[in-house]
């Protein structure tokens, strides 16, 4: 066993307290933090200040997931599962991370003319995609944000999704081995991901900016050379 797979077992074998009475669905205890799904009730500037340091390819992205938290938005169903989890010091303390991950609808819907409404619809329910991972100066070191990518990871497999996607850019070299500390495959700048479905194959493209990352959830999904197969077959 590999460094980076003796830390993702270690991450996966840390102690959980149980929940404490009047906690919400899908929290998580650790001993300096909780982590938990957004609410209403969240600062909205506390969140706008942990997504200001990401890079977004959309500018308009960061006030978008602060919109949907502050309004309670829920992805229609058949568009599959969009989650914002959010680290809060413990005890009631400062929300110090967070974590949000969405299917890739608008690539996905973009490419509708050629794939079909159906099989879009379909990847939405297999696909993820890892859009933002924050933590605050004063938290880190401590394998917070890994903890975050680690209760997205278990939650979307438990739902059923195949595989989680994403992307980083060129100008920030250190977060290739952060992601594959997480099981992530780096893909070289600029290089394309191909997706294996039972009809065909798609090609999702990147500029030379951009390097894609990809990590298998399903034990029937693998990953090799740019190319990532066993999507669908479930189905």
Known sequence: MGRASRRRAQRRNAPRTAPEPGSA???????????RPATQDDDPDAVRALLEPV????????????????TGWRLPAQFGTATLLLAQERPAGAVV?????????????????????Q????????????????????????GLGHRLVDELVRSYTSHGYEAMVGGIHTHKPHLAPYYQADGFNVLPPGAPLDLHVP?????????????HLVRPLAPQVSYQAGTLTGLLTNQ
């Open 55 to 70: 890079d977004f390819m959309d500018t308009a992205m960061p006030e978008e997931i602060v919109d949907r938290m502050r």
């Open 199 to 211: 009809a065909g194959r798609i090609q999702w493209p990147a500029n030379g900016s951009m390097r």
């Open 25 to 35: 669905p899908g929290c998580v205890l650790l001993e300096r933090y909780l982590i």
């Open 119 to 142: 099989l879009c619809l379909r990847l939405c329910r297999a696909l993820v995609e890892l859009e933002a991972v924050s933590v605050a100066d004063n938290a880190r070191g401590h």
């Open 97 to 117: 991370g967070l974590a949000h991950a969405i299917p890739p609808i608008q690539w996905l819907m973009e490419m509708e003319g050629g794939l079909g409404r």
